[in-house]
Nanobody, 126 residues
């Protein structure tokens, strides 16, 4: 069973940058579409970004579009989320998720993903 492990979260000032990573253990991510979601306290889990199995297509949530870039390195079994121009409203726990399949478009709905990591906390101070 593939397990997902996020890292790279932390405390950053508004306007700063962070790079989140999601590594897999117990298997390969090559046949999985992957995504990032986030959840702030007392809020629903929100779609952030998604990428197809081969990196050929990406999707972004409106709240991060233009500020974040999702990427993956299948040779290293790892996915990344580069976040720039961070805002206090980006503060949340960030989760990576995976779903098996070779779809041409990356799914954006939470219920389309079956594997989830434990999350990494991002705090943006004003």
């Amino acid at each position: 069973q593939v397990q997902l492990i996020e890292s790279g979260g932390g405390l950053v000032q508004a306007g700063g940058s962070l790079r989140l990573s999601c590594a897999a253990s117990g298997g390969t991510l090559r046949s999985y579409a992957m995504a990032w979601f986030r959840q702030a306290p007392e809020k629903e889990r929100e779609f952030v970004a998604a990428i197809t199995w081969n990196g050929g297509s990406t999707n972004y949530g409106n709240s991060v579009k233009g500020r974040c870039t999702i990427s993956r390195d299948n040779t290293k079994n790892t996915m990344f989320l580069q976040m720039n121009s961070l805002k206090p409203e980006d503060t949340a726990d960030y989760y990576c998720a995976a779903r098996g399949g070779f779809e041409p478009l990356a799914p954006t709905r939470r219920d389309e993903y079956v594997l989830w990591g434990q999350g990494t906390q991002v705090t943006v101070s004003s």
